[in-house]
């Protein structure tokens, strides 16, 4: 089992910049893949980026390519999204979840949620 925690969601002006984080306790997920999601509100989850365990292997939505970052902390074992340049359409719940098989888009791959973070971008 897997528990994950999201922080770091708040309220930012476009153009800005936030970090959120996602650690994770239980069993250790070296082997997991760990997407970040996004839900707005009447919308259906999204994918937003993933990056795995092992090897640090990352992908990106065309929406937040060159303006999102992944990247993980094997030692803490906590996964940041690194948001900046930030676009009202970007306000969302984000959601950071692990897989145990291979890295998809899909959010019904992944087997383990957090409780999601708002992130709200006022223009």
């Known amino acids: 089992q897997v528990q994950l925690v999201e922080s770091g969601g708040g309220l930012v002006q476009a153009g800005g910049s936030l970090r959120l984080s996602c650690a994770a306790s239980?069993?250790?997920?070296?082997?997991?893949?760990v997407g970040w999601f996004r839900q707005a509100p009447g919308k259906e989850r999204e994918f937003v980026a993933y990056?795995?365990?092992?090897?640090?292997?990352?992908y990106y939505a065309d929406s937040v390519k060159g303006r999102f970052t992944i990247s993980r902390d094997n030692a803490k074992k906590t996964v940041y999204l690194q948001m900046s340049s930030l676009k009202p359409e970007d306000t969302a719940v984000y959601y950071c979840?692990?897989?145990?098989?291979?890295?998809?888009?899909?959010?019904?791959?992944?087997?383990?949620w957090g409780q999601g973070t708002q992130v709200t971008v006022s223009s």
């Open positions: 990056i795995t365990w092992r090897s640090g292997t990352t």
């Open positions: 239980g069993r250790t997920f070296g082997s997991y893949a």
């Open positions: 979840a692990a897989s145990t098989g291979i890295a998809t888009l899909k959010p019904s791959d992944y087997d383990y």
